[in-house]
C-alpha cells in the first residue's frame, strides 16, 4: 500500500540509518559547542583561540545548544518516529538558521565598517 505521497505505508524516516547516523552528528555537535562550554570554560576557550576571560557568556551559549544532546540521545535511545521528534527537528532547524543568519548579518556588518568594531562603538580619540 502507498500513500498520498507516494511513500509506503507505515514507512517511517526517523527508523532509517540516515536518519540515526544524523542523530548520532547532532549528538557529537552538542557534546563539542553544547556542554564542552558548561564543564570546561577556559579549556574550551583555549582550544579555539579565545581568551575565556567572561565565563558566563560561555556558559550561557553552551546552555543554549544543549539540547543538540538530549533530544538527539532520547530519540536514539527510545527509538522514536517522526511523529515524536518532529517538533524539536523543527525547533533545531529553526535555531540553527537564526544563528546562522544573525552570525552572517553581523559579519557582513564588520567586513563593511559599518559598526567599526565588533562592539559597536568607535574609538575616538582627542585631537591634539
Known amino acids: 500500500m502507498t500513500t498520498r505521497l507516494g511513500g ?3 514507512w517511517d524516516q ?4 540516515p536518519f540515526r547516523l544524523t542523530l548520532i552528528g547532532q ?5 563539542v559547542f553544547g556542554v564542552a562550554p558548561i564543564v570546561a570554560v577556559a579549556t574550551y576557550a583555549n582550544a579555539l583561540g579565545f581568551s575565556g576571560i567572561d565565563p558566563l557568556v560561555y556558559r550561557l551559549g553552551g ?14 535511545a527510545w527509538r522514536s518516529g517522526w511523529r515524536q521528534v518532529r517538533i524539536a527537528a523543527l525547533a533545531t532547524v529553526t535555531y540553527t538558521v537564526g544563528a ?9 556588518t564588520w567586513s563593511t565598517g ?5 562592539c559597536g ?4 580619540t582627542r585631537p591634539r
Do not use: I, M
Open 114 to 118: 559599518l559598526t567599526g568594531s565588533p
Open 100 to 108: 546562522f543568519a544573525a552570525g552572517a548579518g553581523r559579519k557582513a
Open 121 to 124: 562603538s568607535r574609538v575616538r
Open 14 to 17: 526517523a527508523l532509517t540509518l
Open 63 to 76: 546552555a543554549a545548544t544543549a539540547g543538540y544532546v538530549t533530544v538527539p540521545l532520547l530519540a536514539l
Open 27 to 31: 549528538a557529537a555537535a552538542g557534546l
Open 8 to 10: 509506503r505505508a507505515g
